[in-house]
């Protein structure tokens, strides 16, 4: 078990609160139940900022919750059912865990994980968010292994079926054209240009879901909005040791944008 020491000095380490650590440390549980369950690991994809954390990018922003994604053709009450059975186990195994709340949808649901790991961090209500979504339409993904970084957690290897970068980049460029205004989609959005991306697969899986093609020159235009900066350091502060400036940090990824597309600009 993660104890307050341990939880400190790691948190000092990253520069974050240890709140944040220990609901990572909840993170890697759970992941590594879903990973050594034979029916959710077959089930589940993973996706978000968490997946760029545990799978692509070391020493990345910390995520405050897990998202997953699965096919339609399995029910709410099936996923819910067995993701009870295997909170129920870890909470046999991490008394820390308190309980949860479950909030169900047609194709969606959400599950509110109350904790208390480290009693002396934080007296605040202590949550981790599972959003667990239903797609007619599954993103590409590939097994990958999990990069955990507690004892606890490391050994035996995990491996978990994850969303493909060029998938978790056509789901922000989704976000970020609609009304759900979040800084993190910005954020994340340059270190997934800037790692090896194919933009003719990245238009694929945004096909998947809208009847429109990405739309680079609107997508530049709306990474700009000031509606993303004025929740930077509100939404992204607490979950990384140094936070750029978000003007700087724009045309950063303003000029990356412009150098996978490179052919669409050298046409003006």
């Known amino acids: 078990m993660l104890g307050y020491d341990r939880c400190v000095r790691i948190a ?3 520069g974050v609160a240890p709140e944040v650590i220990e609901n990572d440390y909840l993170v890697e549980a759970v992941l590594t139940a879903v990973s050594q369950d034979s029916f959710l690991s077959e089930m589940f994809v993973f996706r978000g900022g968490t997946c760029l954390h545990k799978v692509y990018f070391n020493e990345y ?6 998202d997953f994604i699965f096919s339609a053709d399995i029910s709410v009450n099936t996923v819910n059912t067995n993701m009870i059975r295997i909170l129920e186990q870890l909470k046999k195994e991490c008394p820390g ?3 949860w709340e479950e909030q169900k949808e047609k194709d969606r649901l959400q599950i509110f994980v109350n904790h208390n790991i480290i009693p ?4 605040k209500k202590k949550q981790l968010k599972i959003d667990i979504c239903a797609s007619a339409e599954m993103p590409g993904f590939a097994v990958k292994r999990l990069n955990l970084v507690y004892d606890e957690f490391i050994s035996p290897v995990k491996t978990m079926r994850v969303c493909i970068p060029e998938s978790i980049i056509a789901d922000k460029i989704s976000r970020i054209k609609s009304i759900n205004k979040e800084a993190r989609d910005i954020y994340d959005l340059k270190y997934l240009y800037e790692s090896d991306v194919n933009p003719v697969l990245i238009e694929k899986e945004f096909r998947k879901n809208n009847f429109y093609g990405v739309g680079i020159k609107d997508l530049l235009d709306k990474i700009k909005g000031r509606e993303f900066k004025t929740v930077w350091e ?6 990384m040791q140094n936070l750029p400036d978000f003007d700087e940090y724009i045309r950063g990824l303003q000029e990356v944008i412009k150098r996978k597309y490179k052919d669409l600009f050298d046409e003006e």
């Not at 002396?120 to 007296?123: A, I, M, R």
């Open 61 to 66: 922003r910390f995520s405050e919750d897990l």
């Open 12 to 14: 000092e380490n990253r």
């Open 97 to 99: 865990i308190l309980g």
């Open 120 to 123: 002396e961090n934080s007296k």
């Open 234 to 239: 509100k939404r992204l502060g607490h979950q």
